[in-house]
């Protein structure tokens, strides 16, 4: 999808955000943020907001001189994400729909992203998307690829939130014949995102035939997401299974892919046509 | 007060928002902001909040080439504010205590702020008011200095809100002795603030003693916020009146004011000590 107007100023708030994370120091802040707007006013605003998240926080890391702003709150989701882990199973093997709680828990999950601000509060969104209807709602499709697949996609999308994704792939190993699972992490530090390091410290590594692979827009990942390589892996996969805005973002304009999300922004949720606090499995066949 | 870095993302969405109040035209919204976000790169970002928005707004109206992008909404604040005012003049005359009422109700009507976005819900904020506790107090240090004065100095705020304003002096000229009123509005549209024309339509021109003043920066306003003759007018009132976040921002310096205002900006509320929701009617004995 293309930037909005309005990503313009929310990049800003959310440069500013990222500094706080890395320092205190005004001044600093104050530098990223006049250069964040310096290289924006330079800019084509039509790309993806992927795109302009990418150069507006390699200026956040370099500026700061942090490389991971994130990196002491994304500890932070991992840790509270493990803690509810024995509870979030429990759910998921006392429900009548298994498959359907995990799916639905992993959408819960994604209310953990710092890219939309600080406040969340992940135990009443486990709560209320239990209860929710989906606005959006392919569950029967998203059943029936599985039921013809034997590999999987998975592109994940925060930290915290992969200890969810860990549990829907659980779920899906031991209702489906599923033989490999290639999952998608970032393959650098970029805002709270998952990257392979804190997809081992959430113990996806324990799963069965898993595969990691980083992805990103430069910064030293092995695979660019708008590269031809990438979108012959997922032509190549059963059932691709995409988490979050930002993979959204990214591939949108894909076919059959399976996005699981909860709607935060306006600019997103427009582009998929629902209200901001839905949640989304939608399958997109566009092409 | 002095501007944090958190407006200068704030006051892009802002003329985003105004804008779009304009004009559906994408391209003159695009060309707003990449004004406005030139502008903004070369200034000091220390100036008060209210020097960044006139320069914003500026830009809003010239490349849109609307002078009054809020007309249409102002309107339909102020006449669903008359439509409430019946029922609000009852709830003041059934009061116990009709002024402290009259001041809940006033900064009720201080939610009509669309410089803080377009979604709030004036009747909700009217009830919540009514019993929410104020965060900073001076209510008994505001009826003393009622009690020895004979003229007041009332710094509105926005279009709909005035007939808030209009009840609240109704209410102490019944109560006191007031000879002179000094109201002062914005002396050319600016957001969705009250001009003249509001406050005549509100009525207020009704209130035995009234005087109007319209007050601004540049824009033609027949008194500058920051000149020495407005600071004598303050100085000469035996009580200064200030309603909302934009007279906070211009004269939180100012000894021997009444803030009256809902907190609804992050930076104000820190600015105040308070926070965001918080309700206030503060004493500001600084200088």
């Not at 093997?93 to 600080?118: F, K, Q, Y």
Request: include cysteine; glycine fraction near 6%.
């Amino acid at each position: 999808m293309k930037s909005r107007l309005d990503c313009i100023p929310c990049f800003q708030r959310q440069a500013l955000e990222a500094t706080r994370f890395a320092t205190g120091d005004e001044h600093v802040q104050e530098q990223v943020l006049r250069e964040v707007i310096h290289s924006l006013s330079g800019l084509d605003w039509k790309v993806s907001p992927l795109e302009l998240a990418y150069g507006v926080h390699g200026i956040v890391r370099r500026v700061s001189g942090e490389n991971d702003p994130y990196s002491d709150v994304k500890q932070r989701c991992n840790d509270a994400a493990l803690r509810m882990y024995p509870e979030l199973r429990k759910m998921v093997d006392e429900s009548s729909t298994p498959l359907l709680t995990a799916v639905r828990l992993a959408i819960a999950g994604n209310i953990i992203d710092l890219g939309m601000g600080t406040k969340f509060d992940i135990k009443k969104t486990v709560v209320s998307t239990l209860k929710k209807d989906f606005r959006i709602d392919d569950f029967s499709k998203f059943v029936r690829t599985l039921n013809n697949s034997t590999n999987i996609t998975y592109l994940a999308d925060n930290a915290g939130e992969i200890v969810f994704d860990k549990l829907l792939l659980e779920t899906i190993l031991k209702e489906y014949d599923i033989e490999k699972i290639l999952f998608a992490v970032k393959g650098a530090p970029f805002i709270n995102d998952a990257t392979l390091e804190d997809a081992i410290y959430a113990g996806l590594d324990q799963l069965p035939g898993i595969k990691f692979i980083g992805v990103g827009i430069g910064n030293g990942s092995e695979i660019e997401y708008s590269s031809e390589k990438f979108a012959d892996i997922l032509a190549a996969s059963d059932i691709v299974i995409s988490k979050g805005q930002g993979n959204y973002e990214a591939f949108s304009s894909y076919k059959e892919i399976f996005f699981l999300l909860i709607a935060k922004c306006p600019v997103i949720a427009r582009d998929i046509g629902v209200k901001v606090g839905d949640i989304i499995l939608k399958y997109s066949s566009k092409k």
